[in-house]
C-alpha cells in the first residue's frame, strides 16, 4: 500500500493544498518562524501573528537584535511564551555561529534552542528535501486510524512507532510535499471530530473506517488532572493615575510578561481578607473583577483588586502606558476595562 498511499496523497496536495503564507517561500527562517507560532495554535489564529511577525522582524538579524520586551508584545495573546523566548536565542545563535545564515539540516537545527524533533524534521524537509518524517497530531490521528494503531499517542514510544512507519512512506517521494500533505489530509478530511470518511480517497484501505471505529482513535491516555490555582492581584491607583507593575521571571507560566503585585492563595479568597494582609484599607476598595482563564494543565482564578492609595510607591508607572508592556492575556482583558 505505501508507494500508492503516498503518491495519492501527494496528489491530492497538489491540487488541494491551502494557500497559506508560509507555502509561498523556502526560506527556512520563514518557515521556522511559521512553525513554531502554530505550535499549540490554530492556523487560522497564527496566520495574523505570523504577517505582524514577518513585517516587524523579516530577518533572523533583525530578530536577533530587537528588544525582549518589544517581542514579547508581538507575541502578546499567543501563550506558551517560551516559545517567543527561545526564538530569541537562536536567532542571536544563528547570527553569531552561522553568520546569519539559517541552517538547513536536522543535525543542525534540532541543536537550537527550542527546536525538537518535529520542527527540525519540518525545516528539513520543507526547505532541503531531507528525508525527515513529521509526526504532528494530525498525523498520528490520520495513521492511526488507517491502520487502526492502538497505542497512545502522548507516549514518546508511540512518536518513534508512528516515525518508523512515515519512512517506510516518505520513501521515493518528496519529503517535504509528502510531510504537508499528511498534515493537511489529517488536519482537513481525517479531523478529530468531524472526519470526512464520505470523501475520503483512503475509505477502502482504513481499517478503523472499516471496522465501525474510527471514533475510537487516536487512543489517549487517561484525562490529565486539570489544577486550579487561585491569583490575587493587587492593583493600586494612585492620585495621579500610576500603578505598581513587575515583570514575572523565566520559570512557571507566563515567561518575562508581566503583571501586578501578586497573592497566590491555596484557595478563593477575599478583599477582606487581602486588605488585611496587606493592611490597605477596605473602604479604599474601589473594585473587584474576577476572571477565569484556562491553561491546558491549569485553570486560573483571577481576581482583581482595585485599590486607590494615597501615599508614595516604588515603581510606579502611568496607568495609560499600560499598553505598550507584554501582558498575559487575562491581564490584558482587564487592563482594557481599567483604562
Ligand atoms: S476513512 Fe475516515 S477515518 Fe479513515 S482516513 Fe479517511 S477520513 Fe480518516
Not at 517560551?82 to 547570527?95: D, Y
Not at 489517549?220 to 513587575?246: A, E, G, M
Not at 479568597?269 to 484556562?294: C, F, G, P, W, Y
Request: aromatic share 12%; charged share 25%.
Amino acid at each position: 500500500m505505501s508507494v500508492s498511499f503516498s503518491n495519492k496523497l501527494i496528489n491530492w496536495y497538489n491540487h488541494n493544498k491551502r494557500d497559506l503564507p508560509w507555502r509561498k517561500t523556502k526560506d527556512p527562517y520563514k518557515i521556522w518562524v511559521s512553525e513554531i507560532i502554530l505550535q499549540q495554535t490554530r492556523i487560522e489564529f497564527g496566520i495574523k501573528y505570523y504577517y505582524k511577525f514577518i513585517k516587524k522582524y523579516p530577518d533572523v538579524k533583525k530578530l536577533a537584535n530587537s528588544k525582549e520586551m518589544d517581542l514579547m508584545k508581538i507575541w502578546e495573546g499567543l501563550g506558551y511564551y517560551s516559545r517567543a523566548i527561545n526564538m530569541l536565542k537562536t536567532a542571536k545563535i544563528v547570527l553569531n555561529n552561522f553568520n546569519g545564515v539559517f541552517p538547513l539540516s536536522y543535525e543542525e537545527l534540532i541543536q537550537l534552542p527550542g527546536i525538537g524533533d518535529y520542527t527540525a524534521s519540518a525545516i528539513s524537509s520543507i526547505c532541503n528535501d531531507e528525508l525527515q518524517v513529521v509526526v504532528d497530531g494530525n498525523v498520528l490521528r490520520f495513521l492511526s486510524r488507517i491502520h487502526k494503531i492502538d497505542l497512545p499517542i502522548e507516549s514518546i514510544k508511540t512518536k518513534k512507532y508512528f516515525k518508523k512507519l512515515g519512512f517506510k512512506l516518505i520513501q521515493d517521494v518528496k519529503p517535504g510535499d509528502f510531510n504537508q500533505a499528511l498534515m493537511d489530509y489529517g488536519s482537513t478530511i481525517c479531523k478529530p471530530k468531524k472526519f470526512d470518511c464520505n470523501n475520503c480517497l483512503f475509505s477502502s484501505d482504513c481499517k478503523a473506517y472499516n471496522s465501525n471505529s474510527v471514533e475510537n482513535y487516536p487512543v489517549k491516555k487517561k484525562k490529565i488532572k486539570v489544577k486550579d490555582r487561585f491569583l490575587n492581584y493587587v492593583v493600586v491607583v494612585t492620585n495621579d493615575n500610576k500603578t505598581q507593575i513587575k515583570k514575572r521571571d523565566s520559570s512557571g507560566i507566563w515567561k518575562n510578561l508581566y503583571e501586578f503585585p501578586l497573592i497566590e492563595t491555596k484557595i478563593e479568597t477575599s478583599a477582606k481578607q487581602i486588605s488585611k494582609e496587606l493592611d490597605l484599607n477596605l473602604k479604599d476598595l474601589l473594585s473587584v473583577k474576577k476572571i477565569n482563564h484556562r491553561l491546558s494543565h491549569q485553570l486560573l482564578h483571577i481576581n482583581f483588586f482595585v485599590y486607590k492609595v494615597d501615599y508614595k510607591l516604588d515603581d510606579l508607572v502611568d496607568i495609560n502606558t499600560l499598553e505598550s508592556y507584554p501582558f498575559p492575556k487575562p491581564i490584558n482583558k482587564f487592563i482594557s476595562e481599567l483604562i
